[in-house]
């Protein structure tokens, strides 16, 4: 006689079973994957070990340097990122981690901005400019340094982690019911926002440690106010220089909406100064006239990239080409060795098929600084529209090699191989691209033809469909049609 399980005389599924045994799992799986945090002292859900976060920060920074908001590299002044890093250092020293080893940079980027992940800690250009004490850079840095050390961005990790296999859990479990899509819906939702960015709360807690470790290396914690103060100034001046405003959207209020508000922060820094007692004095504990000393010739530069480069690369994003020229060519005027100059003059002028010129000015930028990234994709997209397809991927494979995430790179890359017959390796790179920029006219119909060429039917039909959802109107688009009615055919038959 078999034996029935029932729950309220409802008699219990096999799947069902199985997704009270999954939630046993779980909490099981919780408790055994937990671990002390340095700074609280509570125990946390964590899936890394410390050399597993280590090695997952050394491959996320290039992506971080190159393609974050406003990315550009880094910013090239050994002398003043000496400077800065000492003090990085000192405030390393003062974490809760101190045997993690710190790598800093100026990353060079007009968005006043300031990051850290496991194994590297950056300001931006923008933020630099915008401070002005030693003081106030000690405590944004000691702030970044806080998220490393209370783990947070492992533990958002982990936590995106633990809940994309709950739901895939769940998944199984609901099997067909009507409340399954709903359910993953939200819960990819969740997943996708809590690994954006950090909480409101984590902020509070980095807030904290940064005017700790600011005291601890001998920075009058009164500065942590003054840095808040300067970051809204200098986050103003930006929007108002790219012709935005914080009500816009984008990288701002995505910020501002897990960073509690300015006034917040400041009455929450109040009361932690209040308690927080200072080690010996470095200096006079705020440092003003050494810093913009220091960060002079930057705040200098800086200004030719918000007059300028920025708005050049405005202007050719919305296509005004001769706008992007003119306002490039006054910054090479003002200052020639700046490779990120040399290199936009080179785009502006690939946009007018201009290729031989084109080429002048990114090889000028590759002798300025050799590891400039966007120069070998310049030189990548000028070889390819040659026709050299070889030399055009040996130079977007640096740029690869540089930006490992660097999209427009797999793009070109991907057409390479297309034009060579080569439709194997073309998918690995267009199928990459397709899923970051999904709408791009032509390479889901690019797409579906590799496919069809490597007898990968289904996918293509995919493609082929996703083509005429995207841009049913262009050549790409009726040639998809037609690929289509075949396919349909075929599979009909």
Same mark, same amino acid.
């Given at each position: 006689?078999?034996?029935?399980?029932?729950?309220?005389?409802?008699?219990?599924?096999?799947?069902?079973?199985?997704?009270?045994?999954?939630?046993?799992?779980?909490?099981?799986?919780?408790?055994?994957?937990?671990?002390?945090?340095?700074?609280?002292?509570?125990?946390?859900?964590?899936?890394?070990?410390?050399?597993?976060?280590?090695?997952?920060?050394?491959?996320?920074?290039?992506?971080?340097?190159?393609? +974050?908001?406003?990315?550009g590299?880094?910013?090239?002044?050994?002398?003043?990122? $000496?400077?800065?890093?000492?003090?990085?250092?000192?405030?390393? !020293?003062?974490?809760?981690?101190?045997?993690?080893?710190?790598?800093?940079?100026? =990353?060079?980027?007009?968005?006043? /901005?300031?990051?850290?992940?496991?194994?590297?800690?950056?300001?931006?250009?923008?933020?630099?400019?915008?401070?002005?004490?030693?003081?106030e850079?000690? &405590?944004?840095?000691?702030?970044?340094?806080?998220?490393?050390?209370v783990?947070?961005?492992?533990s958002?990790? $982990?936590?995106?982690?633990?809940?994309?296999?709950?739901?895939?859990?769940?998944?199984?479990a609901?099997? $067909?019911?009507?409340?399954?899509?709903?359910?993953?819906?939200?819960?990819?939702?969740?997943?996708?926002?809590?690994?954006?960015?950090?909480?409101?709360?984590?902020?509070?807690?980095?807030?904290?440690?940064? #005017?700790?470790?600011?005291?601890?290396?001998?920075?009058?914690?009164?500065?942590?106010?003054?840095?808040?103060?300067?970051?809204?100034?200098?986050?103003?001046?930006?929007?108002?220089?790219?012709?935005?405003?914080?009500?816009?959207?984008?990288?701002?209020?995505?910020?501002?909406?897990?960073?509690?508000?300015t006034?917040?922060?400041?009455?929450?820094? %109040?009361?932690?100064?209040?308690?927080?007692? #200072?080690?010996?004095?470095? !200096?006079? +504990?705020?440092?003003?006239?050494?810093?913009?000393?220091?960060?002079?010739?930057?705040?200098?530069?800086?200004?030719?990239?918000?007059?300028?480069?920025? *708005?050049?690369?405005?202007?050719?994003k %919305? /296509?005004?080409?001769?706008?992007?020229?003119?306002?490039?060519?006054?910054?090479?005027?003002?200052?020639?060795?700046?490779?990120?100059?040399?290199?936009?003059?080179?785009?502006?002028?690939?946009?007018?098929?201009?290729?031989?010129?084109?080429?002048?000015?990114?090889?000028?930028?590759? *002798?300025?600084?050799?590891?400039? =990234?966007?120069? &070998?994709? +310049?030189?990548?997209?000028?070889?390819?529209? *040659?026709?050299?397809? =070889?030399?055009?991927?040996?130079y977007?494979k640096?740029?690869?090699?540089?930006?490992?995430?660097?999209?427009?790179?797999?793009?070109?890359?991907?057409?390479?191989?297309?034009?060579?017959?080569?439709?194997?390796?073309?998918i690995?790179?267009?199928?990459?691209f397709?899923?970051?920029?999904?709408?791009?006219?032509?390479?889901?119909?690019t797409?579906?033809?590799?496919?069809?060429?490597?007898?990968?039917?289904?996918?293509? &039909?995919? %493609?082929?469909?996703?083509?005429?959802? #995207?841009?049913?109107?262009?050549?790409?688009?009726?040639?998809?049609?037609?690929?289509?009615?075949?396919?349909? /055919? &075929?599979?009909?038959?």
């Amino acid at each position: 006689m078999g034996i029935e399980v029932r729950l309220k005389n409802r008699p219990l599924s096999l799947i069902r079973i199985l997704f009270i045994c999954l939630t046993i799992f779980t909490l099981a799986f919780t408790l055994t994957n937990c671990a002390t945090n340095p700074v609280t002292g509570r125990t946390q859900l964590m899936l890394f070990s410390e050399e597993e976060e280590l090695r997952m920060g050394k491959e996320w920074y290039p992506s971080i340097m190159w393609g +974050g908001e406003g990315g550009g590299g880094e910013y090239r002044d050994e002398k003043l990122r $000496s400077y800065l890093n000492d003090i990085v250092q000192a405030l390393q !020293g003062a974490s809760h981690r101190p045997h993690i080893k710190v790598e800093f940079a100026i =990353q060079n980027s007009s968005v006043p /901005n300031a990051w850290a992940i496991p194994g590297y800690v950056s300001m931006t250009r923008g933020l630099l400019a915008g401070l002005e004490s030693e003081a106030e850079f000690a &405590y944004v840095m000691g702030h970044e340094i806080g998220h490393v050390a209370v783990r947070h961005s492992a533990s958002q990790l $982990s936590k995106g982690i633990f809940m994309s296999f709950i739901l895939q859990g769940a998944s199984l479990a609901m099997g $067909s019911s009507p409340y399954s899509d709903a359910a993953l819906a939200l819960g990819s939702i969740g997943g996708n926002l809590l690994m954006l960015k950090y909480s409101r709360d984590d902020e509070l807690v980095a807030d904290r440690l940064g #005017v700790e470790y600011m005291a601890k290396v001998g920075y009058l914690p009164k500065n942590a106010i003054n840095a808040h103060k300067n970051l809204e100034r200098a986050s103003q001046e930006y929007l108002k220089a790219v012709g935005k405003n914080s009500e816009e959207g984008g990288f701002f209020t995505d910020l501002l909406s897990t960073h509690p508000r300015t006034s917040v922060r400041i009455d929450e820094l %109040e009361k932690i100064i209040r308690d927080t007692s #200072v080690n010996a004095i470095r !200096g006079d +504990g705020t440092n003003r006239l050494a810093f913009l000393n220091a960060t002079a010739e930057l705040r200098k530069t800086h200004r030719l990239y918000v007059d300028y480069y920025d *708005k050049a690369v405005k202007n050719l994003k %919305e /296509n005004k080409i001769d706008e992007a020229k003119h306002l490039i060519l006054e910054a090479i005027k003002e200052k020639k060795d700046e490779a990120p100059f040399q290199a936009l003059y080179g785009f502006i002028l690939v946009r007018k098929d201009n290729l031989n010129e084109a080429e002048v000015y990114f090889n000028n930028a590759l *002798k300025l600084h050799a590891q400039y =990234q966007p120069a &070998y994709r +310049g030189l990548g997209i000028i070889y390819y529209k *040659k026709n050299d397809n =070889q030399k055009s991927i040996a130079y977007l494979k640096k740029a690869i090699q540089l930006f490992p995430d660097d999209m427009p790179s797999f793009y070109f890359m991907g057409m390479n191989y297309y034009k060579m017959n080569m439709h194997h390796e073309a998918i690995k790179y267009l199928k990459s691209f397709s899923e970051v920029y999904p709408k791009h006219p032509t390479v889901h119909g690019t797409l579906g033809t590799c496919y069809e060429k490597t007898n990968n039917l289904k996918a293509a &039909y995919e %493609e082929y469909t996703m083509q005429i959802k #995207v841009a049913p109107d262009n050549e790409m688009g009726r040639y998809a049609r037609t690929r289509l009615n075949i396919l349909r /055919n &075929y599979f009909i038959k």
